[in-house]
């Protein structure tokens, strides 16, 4: 899974003090409804936030419930949510699943995935077309407050830089490493606070090292200082 896993684990508590010491203490709360919450994620793909928030701003505007989703026609769809980008895949994309989910489950409705073991929960969402670990690890952590730890760009890099991802790993892989270097109860606002960390301070062009509080902690910034 990764190598040196008990130095990076090391690294969690001071990091972890530190972020929630910058940017405060963050409780979980739901934000959308678990089937809102993958739609949206399938939206956000590849895409920033404005822009996924304006497509689903207007496909709930649009339509009044999924089944008008699921019914729609299809080029109607695609030009409702076109903001987000690659409209003309996600269109049929998010149509494609909300017939699955009612094909296998006889509703539009993903309640049922906060009962599945996690493992279980995780591998029926990853089946589904265009839904990939993050999107699944989000609308676990987020919709049912289930211990799955979301990797977006941010946390990527982020945990790349500070040493708890080793380099070059893939997103994809890298779910399994944040989930065995952080406590499961803590995923929800670790992840937050990386995400914010990584927008504020450690972005990508430009890291803002002389503002940042985990410089003692941060494999990135320790050899840039023995380069120079």
Not at 57 to 79: G, S
Not at 153 to 179: C, N, W, Y
């Amino acid at each position: 899974m990764s190598d040196n896993l008990d130095q990076r684990r090391s690294k969690y508590a001071p990091v972890a003090a530190a972020l929630r010491a910058l940017y405060g203490a963050i409780d979980w709360r739901r934000g959308l409804p678990p089937l809102d919450e993958l739609v949206d994620c399938i939206l956000s793909q590849n895409t920033s936030d404005t822009n996924r928030d304006k497509a689903f701003d207007a496909l709930k505007a649009r339509y009044p419930t999924w089944e008008a989703v699921r019914d729609a026609d299809t080029d109607e769809l695609i030009e409702v949510i076109r903001p987000a980008g690659l409209a003309n895949q996600k269109g049929p994309r998010i149509q494609d699943v909300l017939r699955r989910i009612e094909a296998e489950r006889g509703a539009l409705n993903i309640d049922f995935l906060n009962d599945l073991p996690l493992a279980e929960a995780k591998t029926w969402l990853t089946n589904l077309n265009g839904v990939g670990p993050k999107t699944a690890a989000i609308v676990l952590c987020f919709a049912f407050n289930r211990p799955a730890f979301p990797v977006d760009t941010h946390v990527h890099r982020v945990g790349q830089r500070i040493g708890f991802l080793p380099q070059g790993i893939s997103a994809e892989k890298a779910h399994d490493v944040m989930e065995a270097l952080v406590p499961p109860a803590d995923y929800y606002a670790f992840h937050i606070h990386l995400i914010t960390h990584g927008r504020q301070i450690c972005q990508a062009r430009a890291p803002k090292c002389e503002r940042c509080p985990l410089t003692d902690y941060c494999d990135y910034y320790q050899k840039a200082r023995r380069d120079l």
